[in-house]
């Protein structure tokens, strides 16, 4: 059967850098680069870009989901590479975005250095920047708003986040969430604590509270639909801001919820983003988890353990890494009680691959 989306997540470590392909009839498929992951990420990304084809090596969209330094920090060099050039289009809110009524002349001037790489005053040649909306911001205006950006011979791609109070508040912390992100800033190290995964609905049911950091509110999430198959693309984004988002597509379309194939978890799969209500959202066959659990100690038990109690027909669950809180859930006991399934990258330095097959 042919594949319609193909999802490559990289191995960067604590954080995101996606490759997506969407076939065509004929040529090349079309292709999405979402983020670089920390620093360390671009020699394995630019191991990955030269191993394309030749003819090959266009990208249609680059997405920097949000500035924080485990996303944007590979991207800083990939700006600089060969590859900037042959970008159809670089998806950023960055200062000029930024809502006019809270706009602070000093936090904009702060966010002048990475704005300058996105426009190419850095590399050379003025790089594009949000053409497909016009050069403005890309925000879904209200709760349960969203975008629909048409792809000619491409798939269709909707914008589920953030919104326009999200973008709000970004502005008002925009000098210290630069500033963080430029310095690679990530918080101290935690001690690792391995729960037992005895009984999942206790563990589920831990109350927690939401995520309320500025850069993770006004992450750029997208849902990718080709041929049939559909794939959410969370980044970093609130529960409830992508909630609404999926809600107001699946009612747009008449539907109580929009089933989907792929859904790649917000914010490495934080307790904090991925809600049960978020997954009722959209409910998925494929749940796909991007970290190596540095620092923050990411996946956490309590969004697995919601995924897989909440998810229909026996989920599969996609790690970037093994890692000794991700190989417990590969336990045959575990998989066996609650119907699920675990992948794991075939080597190390490979990264997850996930293939949905068209349909349509």
């Known amino acids: 059967m042919d594949t319609a989306i193909r999802?490559?997540?990289?191995?960067a470590r604590l954080g995101d850098c996606l490759l997506v392909e969407c076939a065509r009839g004929s040529g090349p498929?079309?292709?999405?680069?979402?983020?670089?992951?920390?620093?360390?990420?671009?020699?394995?990304?630019?191991?990955?870009?030269?191993?394309?084809?030749?003819?090959?090596?266009?990208?249609?969209?680059?997405?920097?989901?949000?500035?924080?330094?485990?996303?944007?920090?590979?991207?800083?060099?990939?700006?600089?590479?060969?590859?900037?050039?042959?970008?159809?289009?670089?998806?950023?809110?960055?200062p000029p975005h930024m809502p006019p009524a809270s706009k602070v002349e000093g936090s904009v001037a702060q966010g002048k250095s990475l704005a300058a790489l996105l426009l190419g005053e850095s590399v050379g040649a003025v790089l594009?920047?949000?053409?497909?909306?016009?050069?403005?911001?890309?925000?879904?205006?209200?709760?349960?708003?969203?975008?629909?950006?048409?792809?000619?011979?491409?798939?269709?791609?909707?914008?589920?986040?953030?919104?326009?109070?999200?973008?709000?508040?970004?502005?008002?912390?925009?000098?210290?969430?630069?500033?963080?992100?430029?310095?690679?800033?990530?918080?101290?190290?935690a001690p690792e604590v391995l729960e037992p995964l005895d009984d999942l609905a206790a563990v589920a049911a831990h109350e927690t509270a939401d995520d309320t950091t500025a850069p993770n509110g006004s992450s750029i999430a997208l849902l990718v639909e080709h041929r049939g198959a559909r794939a959410v693309l969370g980044a970093d984004a609130f529960g409830p801001v992508l909630g609404a988002g999926l809600q107001g597509v699946a009612a747009h379309r008449g539907l109580r919820t929009l089933e989907v194939d792929a859904f790649k978890l917000p914010h490495h799969a934080s307790r904090r983003n991925v809600t049960e209500a978020l997954l009722e959202a959209a409910p998925a066959r494929h749940y796909l988890v991007s970290t190596n659990g540095d620092t923050y100690h990411h996946p956490d038990d309590e969004a697995l353990a919601r995924v897989v109690l909440t998810a229909p027909d026996g989920p599969t669950?996609?790690?970037?890494?093994?890692?000794?809180?991700?190989?417990?859930?590969?336990?045959?006991?575990?998989?066996?009680?609650?119907?699920?399934?675990v992948n794991f990258p075939e080597a190390p330095e490979t990264g997850t691959v996930l293939e949905l097959p068209a349909t349509a």
């Open 29 to 94: 498929p079309w292709c999405m680069l979402v983020d670089g992951g920390p620093p360390g990420t671009w020699p394995r990304l630019h191991t990955r870009l030269s191993r394309r084809e030749p003819d090959d090596r266009h990208i249609d969209v680059a997405v920097v989901t949000h500035i924080d330094s485990d996303h944007i920090g590979g991207m800083l060099p990939f700006l600089r590479s060969e590859y900037a050039q042959d970008v159809g289009d670089y998806w950023f809110n960055g």
């Open 128 to 189: 594009p920047w949000n053409r497909a909306f016009g050069g403005g911001p890309i925000d879904t205006g209200d709760e349960f708003g969203f975008i629909e950006v048409p792809v000619q011979d491409g798939p269709r791609v909707t914008v589920l986040s953030p919104t326009h109070e999200r973008l709000a508040v970004l502005e008002r912390e925009w000098f210290e969430a630069i500033d963080r992100a430029r310095r690679g800033l990530q918080g101290e190290a």
């Open 317 to 341: 669950l996609w790690f970037n890494y093994r890692t000794q809180r991700t190989a417990r859930w590969a336990d045959p006991e575990l998989c066996e009680r609650y119907g699920y399934c």
């Open 7 to 11: 999802i490559e997540v990289l191995p």
